[in-house]
């Protein structure tokens, strides 16, 4: 536990103090993933993967980003590799854990480096269970809002989300993504009401309000549905019993 702690720290702070130029300040995706992650391996079995694994990969998985987004999960294999090294993680347990992070997202089109282990895709799917319905939307809205306007991502988000939902690799993870299909369904159905959440979204992202405070702007732009599903994103109820069906 106390190697993990370190893990977790310095997860933390590349991502709140170098990703992004610091913007990300506050934003508990890299918490979230790893109680996702924690919860994928108690559903498909302890004895299906080391849980050091899975939780450091959950920690380590977006590392890369401080080098900038393009090809992030590949050179996030060598950073997460210098710090595992730092930390006198031992080889095979490195590589095992250096492999969760490469394969962290296979990307558009699935171009990325396909997961070989249990472990590895239970971090995919922990990662990729962050990124889609409304908290998608949210968040790779935010994400982009420097290279494309809302017209854009409304255009770009579909395809990009849908990609995310059938790269998913584990039976569980597709049972708990099944419940915001409908929400997102409405959220493009009504292409005035996506572009001003989309404004919204792209707005606080350029003054560097972090993705889990667009929250309370929403509030005057979004559906209340669109907001509910929102917030238990955010809040993990995806992990509910009642929500695996």
Excluded at 26 to 35: D, P, T
Aim: with cysteine; charged share 30%; proline share 2%.
């Amino acid at each position: 536990m106390e190697l993990l702690e370190k893990i977790s720290k310095l997860a933390i702070e590349l991502d709140w103090d170098v990703a992004f130029a610091g913007k990300s300040s506050g934003n508990h995706h890299l918490e979230r993933v790893s109680k996702i992650a924690g919860h994928l391996l108690s559903e498909v079995g302890e004895k299906c993967g080391d849980r050091f694994v899975v939780l450091a990969g959950a920690w380590l998985h977006g590392v890369g980003l401080i080098n900038g987004n393009w090809e992030h999960a590949s050179r996030g294999k060598t950073v997460a590799g210098a710090l595992l090294r730092s930390l006198g993680i031992e080889d095979a347990t490195r590589v095992r854990i250096e492999h969760c992070v490469e394969a962290h997202d296979r990307g558009m089109e699935g171009k990325g480096v396909e997961a070989g282990t249990v472990e590895a895709q239970i971090v995919h799917d922990a990662d990729t269970l962050d990124k889609i319905g409304p908290l998608g939307v949210l968040r790779h809205s935010w994400k982009m809002s420097l290279e494309l306007t809302p017209a854009q991502l409304l255009t770009h988000l579909p395809k990009h989300l849908d990609e995310r939902k059938e790269n998913l690799y584990l039976d569980v993870s597709r049972r708990i993504a099944a419940p915001y299909e409908g929400a997102l369904r409405d959220f493009f159905a009504d292409e005035k009401a996506a572009l001003r959440i989309l404004d919204v979204i792209s707005q606080c992202a350029k003054d560097g309000i972090p993705s889990e405070d667009v929250v309370k702007p929403l509030r005057r732009v979004a559906s209340q549905q669109f907001l509910k599903v929102l917030k238990g994103q955010l809040q993990l109820k995806i992990l509910e019993t009642k929500q695996l069906g």
